[in-house]
């Protein structure tokens, strides 16, 4: 079992925001207390992606399967709500960011032009958060234990016959017990905030700790606002270029809040 493939996605903490009320508003993909994040605001940066991270041609000597793993909605979405968050935690609380995140560092992580919008706000969204205190490290409960496994077999990083005793002697340490510490310490801070998602985007997550591959397998997430809906997107399967945002695109206008 190769316990390397679990890699954190970023060193800093990420949190659960809380859902008070219900709202509805066509084209809004989330709310966070009276801003909102528009279905409009996601497709810009979808389009922005997509215009800046052309596909390779064989004329590029490009091979089968090289295209950019562009971002998938649910992804925008979970960058744009956790910056608003982030921007009021830090104004309420006093905290400044700790560290200046440089946007080619997050392009070479996935794969797209430093000059992408959406790698400019994750860039951003980071250096946020390097703001935020972290607690001690937290050790996983049996169930975070069970659940990391299943992660890591469904991304290939652990054998399926491995149970998770055996798993947890190479899983549980420093990285993940300070992962939990990131999801929680951020959790806490920001409980209060009023955070709604429109059900074709539950459930929201963003992923603290993902285990590597062709396509990252989040293996310590933060879910926000609220819990699964009839209509999934899973944010750590963004589409490819080269295929049709079907799911994501049609029936826009129909989508609204519970």
Do not use: W
């Not at 399967?65 to 744009?80: C, H, I």
């Amino acid at each position: 079992m190769r316990a390397r493939r679990l890699v954190a996605v970023a060193s800093v903490a990420v949190g659960l925001v809380a859902l008070s009320g219900c709202r509805s508003e066509p084209g809004v993909a989330a709310y966070i207390g009276d801003h909102s994040v528009t279905e409009d605001a996601v497709t810009a940066l979808i389009d922005d992606a997509r215009a800046k991270n052309p596909a390779p041609t064989e004329e590029d000597g490009a091979l089968p399967g090289q295209a950019p793993r562009l971002p998938g909605r649910s992804e925008v979405v979970s960058v744009l709500v956790l910056s608003e968050v982030c921007e009021r935690v830090s104004a309420a609380e006093g905290y400044r960011a700790q560290n200046e995140v440089d946007p080619a560092q997050i392009a070479q992580g996935v794969g797209l032009n430093p000059e992408t919008e959406y790698v400019r706000r994750t860039a951003e969204l980071y250096g946020c958060l390097s703001g935020i205190p972290v607690g001690e490290p937290v050790a996983p409960t049996q169930q975070e234990l069970a659940d990391l496994v299943d992660a890591g077999k469904r991304a290939g990083a652990v054998p399926a016959e491995v149970t998770v005793e055996q798993a947890a002697g190479q899983l549980d340490g420093e990285q993940l017990r300070y992962a939990l510490a990131n999801r929680n310490s951020l959790a806490e801070a920001v409980e209060a905030y009023d955070v709604t998602v429109n059900p074709r985007y539950r459930p929201l997550v963003f992923p603290v700790l993902s285990f590597s591959g062709a396509t990252p397998i989040v293996a310590v997430g933060v879910p926000l606002g609220e819990p699964a809906s009839t209509a999934v997107t899973d944010i750590s399967t963004p589409k490819p270029q080269s295929a049709p945002d079907h799911a994501d695109e049609g029936d826009q206008a129909g989508q609204g809040h519970g």
